[in-house]
């Protein structure tokens, strides 16, 4: 059975740090890129990184120098460390898992963000 669960959310100050952690199971988490999206009320959802099995990344240009994702794939678990965080980064973040050239393609149930003072 495949699972993606995420944690690490919560609340946090403007300017404050934030961990996500996702942890995978039910697949080959190597054949997969990972990644982080992020729905806001009233707003489209964006894809916020991704990251493949040997390291290469791509990032929202509005979260570039401030979130990091990497993966741990002896543990099946990506991560996003989220720096200098802003209240437009208030969101439901959801991992997400894909693997390129099928139609695989899994979702956690999202882990709540909010950025206020």
């Known amino acids: 059975q495949v699972q993606l669960v995420e944690s690490g959310g919560g609340l946090v100050q403007p300017g404050g740090p934030l961990r996500l952690s996702c942890a995978a199971s039910?697949?080959?988490?190597?054949?997969?890129?990972m990644g982080w999206y992020r729905q806001a009320p009233r707003k489209e959802g964006e894809l916020v990184a991704t990251?493949?099995?040997?390291?290469?990344?791509y990032y929202l240009d509005s979260v570039k120098g401030r979130f990091t994702i990497s993966r741990d794939n002896a543990k099946n678990t990506v991560y996003l460390q989220m720096n200098s965080l802003k209240p437009e980064d208030t969101a439901v973040y959801y991992c997400?898992?894909?693997?390129?050239?099928?139609?695989?393609?899994?979702w956690g149930r999202g882990t709540q963000v909010t950025v206020s003072s």
């Open positions: 997400d898992g894909r693997q390129l050239g099928t139609y695989n393609n899994y």
């Open positions: 039910g697949f080959t988490f190597d054949d997969y890129v």
């Open positions: 990251i493949i099995s040997g390291g290469s990344t």
